[in-house]
T-cell receptor, first 114, second 114 residues
Framework: GAGVSQTPSNKVTEKGKYVELRCDPISGHTALYWYRQSLGQGPEFLIYFQGTGAADDSGLPNDRFFAVRPEGSVSTLKIQRTERGDSAVYLC????????????FGPGTRLTVL | AQSVTQPDIHITVSEGASLELRCNYSYGATPYLFWYVQSPGQGLQLLLKYFSGDTLVQGIKGFEAEFKRSQSSFNLRKPSVHWSDAAEYFCAVVISGGYNKLIFGAGTRLAVHP
């Protein structure tokens, strides 16, 4: 089937606004991950879902960031009161299970906060 | 804390030349090790991975990597580079026994001269 898809591909917003970034994982994949990639750096882990629950959210930078996966498939990353430092590419990945399976990455959403 | 170091930020090679990209990790036990490639406008793609066993692993696109425990290294190699290999390469680790929370290096950007 199709790979991991992310929408929108680009998002420009103003400082202080609220944004939602969406991830559609590969069908049947139970594990879903969000990463953030700042310019010139490697991706940094944000949060991991196993099914509907967030099993590890230790990478979320602060309480302005929140993610959900209510039905165990699509996930939404939500950022409140955006700041210029939130500008980055947000990557989503999914894998069949959590133990050692390959993570398949989406193309990312480029977020720009003006 | 676990970390991954890619000492070379940018490498330029001629087409047909051999390539070695360096990766060192910091972790007490043997982690799971990965190399990903990221081309402009595309998602991260897994080139190869090492979990255990033979320390020389083969991947896609003619790449291979060798795990050296004594040096805490997992260098990526290719005997003859093609122009299409120009991209950014990321080394990543996962704590063995855990779920796939990838910790990435900062990446090495590869340029290929004709």
């Amino acid at each position: 089937g199709a790979g991991v898809s992310q929408t929108p591909s680009n998002k420009v917003t103003e400082k202080g606004k609220y944004v939602e970034l969406r991830c559609d994982p590969i069908s049947g994949h139970t594990a879903l991950y969000w990463y953030r990639q700042s310019l010139g750096q490697g991706p940094e882990f944000l949060i991991y879902f196993q099914g509907t629950g967030a099993a590890d959210d230790s990478g979320l930078p602060n309480d302005r960031f929140f993610a959900v996966r209510p039905e165990g498939s699509v996930s939404t990353l939500k950022i409140q009161r955006t700041e210029r430092g939130d500008s980055a590419v947000y990557l989503c990945a999914s894998s069949m299970t959590s133990g050692g399976d390959e993570q398949f990455f989406g193309p990312g959403t480029r977020l720009t906060v003006l | 804390a676990q970390s991954v170091t890619q000492p070379d930020i940018h490498i330029t090679v001629s087409e047909g030349a051999s390539l070695e990209l360096r990766c060192n990790y910091s972790y007490g036990a043997t982690p799971y090790l990965f190399w990903y490639v990221q081309s402009p406008g595309q998602g991260l793609q897994l080139l190869l991975k090492y979990f255990s066993g033979d320390t020389l692993v083969q991947g896609i696109k003619g790449f291979e990597a060798e795990f050296k425990r004594s040096q805490s290294s997992f260098n990526l190699r290719k005997p003859s580079v093609h122009w299409s290999d120009a991209a950014e390469y990321f080394c990543a680790v996962v704590i063995s026994g855990g779920y796939n929370k990838l910790i990435f290096g900062a990446g090495t950007r590869l340029a290929v001269h004709p």
